[in-house]
DNA sequence: ACAACATTTCAATAATTGTTGAATAATCAT
DNA sequence: ATGATTATTCAACAATTATTGAAATGTTGT
């Protein structure tokens, strides 16, 4: 994972409503929510909840299927996973340090 | 972590610019690094690097203090941790799912 | 073929975020 | 005190993102 794929899917978690949708297809995962469904367990309009779902398959953190007259969306969970991996090794613990002589934050 | 707490970081994590200058606070963890070294670093003018350092400062991932006329600024390292342990429990593995007998993706 | 349905795309607008130069505040050295 | 230094805040503007209703696309059932 590089910086420059990472950054996206920061961005397309960085609206409460996208969050709110990650969240709920995980919840669901791995067979994921049609539309439909989605807007209405979260209460957004059909439009809305279409602009965030692009965005959040921009980023490859959902993925689509059509199914007959519905649209399913489903959780990529293994990029997820990426990105938790991302997170701990550039951002937290694992990253190389200047060689200062002093103990790391953790 | 609550999802209205963790949205923020999401939300202070979600531009490149911001991205880097925490990447690069976490490797010059746990002294940080003064304003005027981090745009020197990343070539940033200063007026903009103020508006990013605020933006992660009211995310609180980073952390700052006043060293005589420089001021200094740290990765908050804990909350990035909390954040990791957020995303692991509630948009991956460790949230609870409906019952449908099926595995889980993880 | 037709009507009902699921969802998206489009166009318009509102709201937010990003960028820059100039002005300001605080500190340090002389 | 004065001038140089560090960095912020302010104001203006540019750019992007969010929201909505109306129209379009494709699907299903009759």
């Keep these: 994972m590089k910086t420059e794929n990472a950054a996206p899917v920061f961005e397309s978690l960085s609206s409460g409503a996208r969050l709110d949708v990650f969240r709920l297809l995980v919840r669901y995962a791995p067979d994921g929510l049609v539309a439909g469904d989605i807007a209405k367990k979260l209460d957004i309009p059909a439009t809305n909840l279409s602009f965030h779902l692009k965005t959040l398959l921009h980023s490859g953190l959902v993925e689509m299927e059509k199914e007959g007259r519905f ?14 991996a991302y997170l701990t090794d550039q951002c937290c613990c694992g990253s190389s340090r200047k060689k200062t002589g002093k103990t790391r934050s953790c």
């Design 71 to 84: 649209w399913r969306y489903r959780a990529n969970v293994p990029l997820m996973l990426e990105i938790i």
